[in-house]
């Protein structure tokens, strides 16, 4: 079985680096069921590929495997697919081949191991007869670009039809550490097949490769059950404590965030001039029903009610706590009859697909995506633009660029100490070409507050329409 991981940004040797591996030459290891060989088919400046080749010996298999008695006699355990797909197999020689580049560390580029690069992972054969559905679901949320090529079951018997394996390909900018961490986990999900004594350890080491990811994927049940085999002590132990880690408090992060706000944007006057901005461009395109994602307090939908154009105000937020006080302000329960009759609080999810957001001219997602990491805004992405399906999207996020400007943010750190990433104008914009490739829409920029020549706007705008 074969795996192999492209990097195509210069300096691209630099992933042998990231791996502990020099390119120039082969590495071998002994595994219990066999060797594993790690190389580089290609190593120059513009592109570098390496390879993990795992030579699983399957008479080994059998003779070293611990059973009940006359549980080996079958013929299915000589003649199998065990050394050709890619399976549990695979994730052991990933611990074992690329242990330090699989806990982040790198002696002599640490700081590129904290940053997503484009890679490219390739997996010869994958168990995914009937399961395509079920890649995209587990790699999707996570950020990947998945494509798939089903093979024949024999070439000279073309009505025979599809084997049960496809050649995968997953491309996405994303942390090395964390591509090798969703390939540990989700090869064996996928083949449902581990070589080895599910136990109260694997429990343990599923959360630990999980960690800052699977307790936010929209899947997480699914994997953690083929992840554990089925076996419902284990599961019910796993899925409790996910859970626990998906819940820390949203009314405590929505007040932390207002502060540091305040704290650090409130001179600039930044959000009465995102309010307005995102007005303005609300006017331009005619929207009459509103959707306000992330509402929290009620801000924007304040400005909105006060203009008799937006006949239709909804706003949609996580936090119990919040449209509390977005009521209060907005004065609910004094409004008068015909005001309220335009007006909309719903409390929900952004992760998951929801029937109450269809139907609406503009959604506004302001200071919203940069709460989430990869995984929920992969989630979010197709719950706004997938289903939701808007004619115009206003998304605004903070510019990394500007962040120097500030006098009292330190060098390097966010503007909110819960905000997962603050893009760049160009990590913005290419956010956006992928939404526009994925789902119809084009995009168009807008500043939000005074430009800076060379670092533009604090605040940076989408405009994505279809």
Known sequence: MLLTITHRQTPATDLGFLLHKNPSRVHTLDLS?????????????????????????PVGLVRNRRG??????????????????????????????????????????????????????????????????????????LGYRIQATSHELDSKFPEWGASFYATVELQAEVRLQDLLTHLYVLIPV???????????????????????????????????????????????AALERLVEEESPDPDAAEETHAREELEIEGPLKLWQRRMAAVIAVLKEVGAVKVLDLGCGEGRLMRDLLE??????VTGLDVSSRSLEIAARRLHLDTMAPAKRERVQL????????????????????VEVIEHFDPPRLAAFERVLFQHAKPATVIVTTPNADYNQKFPTLPAGEFRHKDHRFEWTRQEFQNWAATITARFGYSATFLPVGDEDAELGAPTQMGVFRL
């Not at 069921?33 to 699983?56: I, M, N, Q």
């Not at 191991?113 to 587990?138: N, W």
């Not at 960690?211 to 089925?230: F, S």
Request: aromatic residues 8%; proline residues 4%.
């Open 33 to 57: 069921f066999g060797k594993a060989h790690v190389f580089y088919p290609e190593a120059s400046d513009g592109s570098c590929t390496v390879a993990l080749l795992l030579d699983v010996d």
């Open 68 to 141: 009940a008695p006359g549980d080996s006699a079958g013929l299915d355990q000589y003649v199998n697919d065990r050394p050709y797909v890619c399976s549990s197999f695979m994730s052991v020689a990933l611990a074992r081949a690329f242990r330090e580049a699989m806990a982040g560390k790198s002696k002599e580029r640490s700081e590129l191991a904290e940053t997503r690069l484009p890679l490219t992972a390739r997996l010869s054969v994958l168990p995914c007869k009937g399961q395509e559905d079920v890649l995209q679901r587990l790699f999707g949320p």
């Open 190 to 236: 996928l083949d449902a097949g581990k070589h080895y004594w599910v136990g109260a350890d694997e429990l343990e080491k599923l959360l630990r490769r999980g960690e800052g990811w699977l307790a936010q994927h929209p899947e997480k049940e699914l994997i953690v059950n083929r992840y554990l085999r089925h076996k419902k002590n284990l599961t019910s």
């Open 307 to 312: 203009e008799r154009t937006f006949r239709h």
């Open 346 to 365: 719903l409390h929900g999810s952004l992760m998951y697909k929801d029937a109450r957001l269809a139907g609406f001219d503009a959604a506004c997602v």
